[in-house]
Protein backbone atom coordinates (compact mmCIF):
# COMPACT_ATOMS: atom_id res chain seq x y z
CA UNK A 1 0.00 0.00 0.00
CA UNK A 2 2.99 2.08 0.55
CA UNK A 3 4.48 1.81 -2.46
CA UNK A 4 1.02 2.06 -4.17
CA UNK A 5 1.17 5.58 -2.86
CA UNK A 6 4.58 6.41 -3.70
CA UNK A 7 3.78 5.74 -7.17
CA UNK A 8 0.80 7.80 -7.23
CA UNK A 9 2.69 10.85 -6.05
CA UNK A 10 5.07 9.91 -8.77
CA UNK A 11 2.28 9.89 -11.44
CA UNK A 12 0.89 13.08 -9.47
CA UNK A 13 4.69 15.15 -9.82
CA UNK A 14 4.95 13.73 -13.89
CA UNK A 15 1.53 15.22 -14.42
CA UNK A 16 2.17 18.58 -13.11
CA UNK A 17 5.39 18.51 -15.16
CA UNK A 18 3.90 17.67 -18.08
CA UNK A 19 1.47 20.05 -17.30
CA UNK A 20 3.92 23.22 -16.78
CA UNK A 21 6.27 22.11 -20.19
CA UNK A 22 2.18 22.40 -21.91
CA UNK A 23 1.49 26.25 -20.70
CA UNK A 24 5.37 27.04 -21.22
CA UNK A 25 5.34 25.74 -25.19
CA UNK A 26 2.17 27.59 -25.48
CA UNK A 27 3.87 30.60 -23.31
CA UNK A 28 7.09 30.18 -26.48
CA UNK A 29 4.40 29.76 -28.84
CA UNK A 30 2.27 33.06 -28.50
CA UNK A 31 5.69 34.99 -28.38
CA UNK A 32 6.80 33.33 -31.74
CA UNK A 33 3.21 34.52 -33.06
CA UNK A 34 2.47 31.00 -34.74
CA UNK A 35 -0.71 31.95 -36.04
CA UNK A 36 -1.94 28.72 -37.08
CA UNK A 37 -3.55 25.35 -36.19
CA UNK A 38 -0.84 23.14 -36.13
CA UNK A 39 1.31 24.90 -33.73
CA UNK A 40 -1.41 23.69 -30.80
CA UNK A 41 -0.80 19.95 -31.78
CA UNK A 42 2.39 20.09 -29.78
CA UNK A 43 0.42 21.67 -26.85
CA UNK A 44 -2.80 19.31 -27.93
CA UNK A 45 -0.22 16.19 -26.82
CA UNK A 46 0.57 17.03 -22.97
CA UNK A 47 -3.17 17.95 -22.39
CA UNK A 48 -4.10 14.46 -23.40
CA UNK A 49 -1.70 12.99 -21.11
CA UNK A 50 -2.81 15.39 -18.10
CA UNK A 51 -6.58 14.80 -18.60
CA UNK A 52 -6.23 11.32 -18.91
CA UNK A 53 -3.94 11.49 -15.74
CA UNK A 54 -6.25 13.78 -13.92
CA UNK A 55 -8.50 10.92 -14.63
CA UNK A 56 -6.70 7.71 -13.44
CA UNK A 57 -5.27 9.78 -10.66
CA UNK A 58 -9.07 10.96 -8.94
CA UNK A 59 -10.07 7.09 -9.55
CA UNK A 60 -7.15 5.50 -8.13
CA UNK A 61 -6.67 7.80 -5.07
CA UNK A 62 -9.88 6.78 -3.17
CA UNK A 63 -9.13 3.18 -3.67
CA UNK A 64 -5.86 3.40 -2.46
CA UNK A 65 -6.99 5.18 0.66
CA UNK A 66 -9.11 2.59 1.60
CA UNK A 67 -6.36 -0.03 1.44
CA UNK A 68 -7.36 -1.14 -1.82
CA UNK A 69 -4.48 -2.05 -4.66
CA UNK A 70 -4.40 0.83 -7.40
CA UNK A 71 -3.12 -1.84 -9.65
CA UNK A 72 -5.16 -5.62 -10.02
CA UNK A 73 -5.10 -7.91 -13.02
CA UNK A 74 -7.87 -6.24 -14.41
CA UNK A 75 -6.68 -2.80 -14.78
CA UNK A 76 -3.29 -4.46 -16.20
CA UNK A 77 -5.59 -6.13 -18.61
CA UNK A 78 -7.53 -2.70 -20.01
CA UNK A 79 -4.33 -0.89 -20.02
CA UNK A 80 -2.39 -3.84 -22.03
CA UNK A 81 -5.32 -4.08 -24.57
CA UNK A 82 -6.31 -0.14 -25.02
CA UNK A 83 -2.25 -0.09 -25.70
CA UNK A 84 -2.55 -2.82 -28.32
CA UNK A 85 -6.04 -0.94 -30.05
CA UNK A 86 -4.64 2.21 -30.25
CA UNK A 87 -1.51 0.78 -32.07
CA UNK A 88 -3.54 -0.58 -34.32
CA UNK A 89 -5.36 2.49 -34.57
CA UNK A 90 -2.36 4.45 -35.17
CA UNK A 91 -0.67 2.75 -37.93
CA UNK A 92 -4.16 4.07 -39.99
CA UNK A 93 -4.01 7.11 -38.47
CA UNK A 94 -0.27 7.52 -40.31
CA UNK A 95 -1.09 6.12 -43.22
CA UNK A 96 -3.99 8.64 -42.98
CA UNK A 97 -1.51 11.27 -43.10
CA UNK A 98 0.46 10.30 -45.34
CA UNK A 99 -2.09 10.15 -47.90
CA UNK A 100 -3.96 13.20 -46.85
CA UNK A 101 -0.64 15.05 -46.01
CA UNK A 102 -2.10 18.08 -48.66
CA UNK A 103 -5.42 18.34 -46.66
CA UNK A 104 -3.49 18.77 -43.26
CA UNK A 105 -0.62 20.89 -44.44
CA UNK A 106 -3.50 23.66 -45.53
CA UNK A 107 -5.88 23.22 -43.14
CA UNK A 108 -3.24 23.15 -40.10
CA UNK A 109 -0.34 25.18 -41.01
CA UNK A 110 -1.28 26.73 -43.89
CA UNK A 111 1.49 25.23 -46.10
CA UNK A 112 2.19 22.63 -49.09
CA UNK A 113 3.21 19.89 -47.09
CA UNK A 114 4.16 18.81 -43.97
CA UNK A 115 7.43 18.46 -42.52
CA UNK A 116 8.79 15.58 -40.44
CA UNK A 117 8.09 17.05 -37.04
CA UNK A 118 4.69 18.08 -37.97
CA UNK A 119 4.02 14.37 -39.05
CA UNK A 120 5.40 12.62 -35.96
CA UNK A 121 3.17 15.10 -33.62
CA UNK A 122 0.26 14.21 -35.73
CA UNK A 123 1.17 10.55 -34.99
CA UNK A 124 1.72 10.77 -31.30
CA UNK A 125 -1.18 13.07 -30.56
CA UNK A 126 -3.51 10.63 -32.42
CA UNK A 127 -1.98 7.39 -30.77
CA UNK A 128 -2.47 9.31 -27.42
CA UNK A 129 -5.74 10.01 -28.58
CA UNK A 130 -6.74 6.45 -29.39
CA UNK A 131 -5.36 5.40 -26.26
CA UNK A 132 -7.41 7.19 -24.13
CA UNK A 133 -10.65 6.36 -25.90
CA UNK A 134 -9.81 2.74 -25.74
CA UNK A 135 -9.22 3.19 -22.22
CA UNK A 136 -12.04 4.42 -21.69
CA UNK A 137 -14.13 1.83 -23.20
CA UNK A 138 -12.22 -1.11 -22.05
CA UNK A 139 -12.64 -0.43 -18.46
CA UNK A 140 -16.71 0.95 -18.63
CA UNK A 141 -17.92 -1.66 -20.92
CA UNK A 142 -15.14 -3.64 -23.08
CA UNK A 143 -15.40 -7.83 -22.66
CA UNK A 144 -11.69 -8.55 -21.80
CA UNK A 145 -9.92 -11.32 -23.71
CA UNK B 1 -18.74 -17.20 -17.93
CA UNK B 2 -21.29 -17.26 -15.26
CA UNK B 3 -20.78 -17.17 -11.77
CA UNK B 4 -21.84 -17.36 -7.79
CA UNK B 5 -19.83 -14.27 -5.83
CA UNK B 6 -22.60 -12.50 -5.21
CA UNK B 7 -24.83 -15.44 -3.35
CA UNK B 8 -21.47 -16.79 -1.60
CA UNK B 9 -20.96 -13.18 -0.71
CA UNK B 10 -24.02 -12.49 0.64
CA UNK B 11 -23.68 -15.75 2.45
CA UNK B 12 -20.87 -14.85 4.26
CA UNK B 13 -22.33 -11.10 5.00
CA UNK B 14 -19.57 -9.96 2.76
CA UNK B 15 -19.81 -6.67 1.19
CA UNK B 16 -17.36 -6.06 -2.36
CA UNK B 17 -15.29 -3.94 -0.78
CA UNK B 18 -14.36 -6.72 1.92
CA UNK B 19 -13.79 -9.66 -1.15
CA UNK B 20 -11.78 -7.14 -2.96
CA UNK B 21 -9.72 -6.79 0.13
CA UNK B 22 -9.11 -10.40 0.62
CA UNK B 23 -8.59 -11.34 -2.66
CA UNK B 24 -6.06 -8.27 -3.29
CA UNK B 25 -8.28 -6.66 -5.89
CA UNK B 26 -10.21 -3.61 -6.77
CA UNK B 27 -13.62 -3.04 -6.11
CA UNK B 28 -14.47 -2.70 -9.58
CA UNK B 29 -12.79 -5.80 -10.47
CA UNK B 30 -15.27 -7.72 -8.35
CA UNK B 31 -18.44 -5.59 -9.69
CA UNK B 32 -17.45 -6.52 -13.63
CA UNK B 33 -16.93 -10.13 -12.37
CA UNK B 34 -20.69 -10.34 -10.74
CA UNK B 35 -22.20 -8.83 -13.71
CA UNK B 36 -20.61 -11.77 -15.81
CA UNK B 37 -18.40 -9.02 -17.89
CA UNK B 38 -14.88 -10.10 -16.58
CA UNK B 39 -13.23 -13.89 -16.55
CA UNK B 40 -11.17 -14.03 -13.79
CA UNK B 41 -7.29 -15.80 -14.06
CA UNK B 42 -7.13 -19.12 -12.67
CA UNK B 43 -5.11 -17.53 -9.65
CA UNK B 44 -7.85 -15.36 -9.35
CA UNK B 45 -10.70 -17.71 -9.68
CA UNK B 46 -8.60 -19.60 -6.95
CA UNK B 47 -8.29 -16.92 -4.48
CA UNK B 48 -12.38 -15.90 -4.63
CA UNK B 49 -13.24 -19.66 -3.79
CA UNK B 50 -10.80 -19.86 -0.89
CA UNK B 51 -12.29 -16.49 0.63
CA UNK B 52 -15.61 -17.91 -0.02
CA UNK B 53 -14.86 -21.33 1.68
CA UNK B 54 -15.77 -23.09 -1.53
CA UNK B 55 -14.34 -24.33 -5.09
CA UNK B 56 -13.88 -22.79 -8.15
CA UNK B 57 -16.66 -25.54 -9.59
CA UNK B 58 -18.82 -24.60 -7.52
CA UNK B 59 -18.42 -20.70 -8.04
CA UNK B 60 -17.81 -20.89 -11.72
CA UNK B 61 -20.37 -22.28 -14.73
CA UNK B 62 -17.70 -23.00 -17.41
CA UNK B 63 -20.74 -24.57 -19.58
CA UNK B 64 -20.42 -21.55 -21.97
Redesign the interface.
Known sequence: MKNDKFRLIIIAILTITVLAIAVLYTFESIIMKEKNLGALIPFLIPVIIVVFMVFFIKRRYK?VK????M?????KKVITQAAAKSFYFSLYWLLAISWFEPFFARVLFGGEKLDAGQTVGGGIAGMAIFFFIFWLYYDK?G??I | MKNRIKEFRAKYDLTQEDLARKVGVRRETIIYLEQNKYNPSLNLAHDIAKALKTTIDELFDFRD
Do not use: A
Not at chain 1, 66 to 69: A, F, H, L, T, V
Not at chain 1, 71 to 75: G, N, Q
Open positions: DEGMPEDERSKKL
